[in-house]
């Protein structure tokens, strides 16, 4: 049976649990420069309707070095571009290479590739989700918290796919989740119901409400690609929800701040705060590639070390 990762509840607690601990073992695999190559030969193709740094590098470096091979394809490089059916294109992938990896706008593009691929399908982001991107974060916490059950984590600014994907992620681990959003742009409602119903998320509108007594702030971009036009009425709408040092003194001494990038600064976070926590960031976007390295070898092979 196929597997799928559309979103973070694709995989249960415990499958979850054992990719953080795969990802540990890539990543003291590569800082030891031990070779590990378990998709020796398997092909992954990467569709990027929305452009990309970390994701495109993150993924083409993992499936490298666990010895396959990644195919670029933008939206003007495939048929999709011009009409094809998103399901005539997933059946065609389906017979050429292992896995597919889509970042896109629509989490319904994400659906309807998932349902006519006879291979994994990966949401490499969308705008309702980005699974790949929480991955990665849950496993920074683990690494700098030593845990994730009871680590109080603060939400502050757009209440996006990263604000939706944490959802997930009290729900799937059950640590406390605060989120400090403007009304018009708070997180989805059907996972705020259901995650408020479970008693695992607080919404706030004042961001020190948020961030009081948190072990970790986390923040993203105001205006996301594709919303540039909403670019005044935004940075208006989000003035007062910047992660700045006089907000920090809410949060507990050795909280740490987050942000998927790319960053803004100035606007939802200020150069000082970014900073201060830089190496946190960019071992947060470091761990993109473990994450990664351990989600593909989940995707794609039958049996993995660890998880059986």
Known sequence: MKRDFRKLLDVTGEECAHLLERALFMKR?????????????????MIFEKASTRTRISFEVAIKELGGHAIFLSQSDTQMGRGEPIRDTARVLSR?????????????????????AS???????????????????????KEHKGRLRDVSIAWV??????ANSWIEAALLFGFPLVVAAPPAYRPSE??????????????????????????????DVWISMGMEEEKEERRKAFASFRIDGELMKAAK????????????????????????????????????LHTQKALLEWLMTEEIHGYY
């Open 29 to 45: 695999a590569r800082q030891a420069h031990n070779a590990y190559k378990p998709l020796q030969d398997r092909t992954l193709a």
């Open 96 to 116: 050429y290479v292992d896995a597919i990896m889509i970042r896109t706008f629509a989490q319904d593009t994400v659906e309807s590739l998932a349902r006519w």
């Open 119 to 141: 291979i994994p399908v990966i949401n490499g982001l969308s705008d309702l989700y980005h699974p790949c991107q929480i991955l990665a974060d849950l496993f920074t916490v």
């Open 157 to 162: 600014g757009d209440g996006n796919n990263m």
């Open 190 to 219: 059907a996972l705020v119901k259901e995650a408020q119903e479970k008693g695992v998320l607080t919404l706030v509108a004042d961001p020190v409400d948020a961030v009081r007594g948190a072990d970790v702030v986390n923040t």
């Open 253 to 288: 001494p050795d909280a740490i701040v987050m942000h998927c990038l790319p960053a803004h600064r100035g606007e939802e976070i200020t150069d000082e705060v970014f900073e201060q926590f830089q190496e946190v960031i960019f071992t947060q976007a470091e761990n993109r």
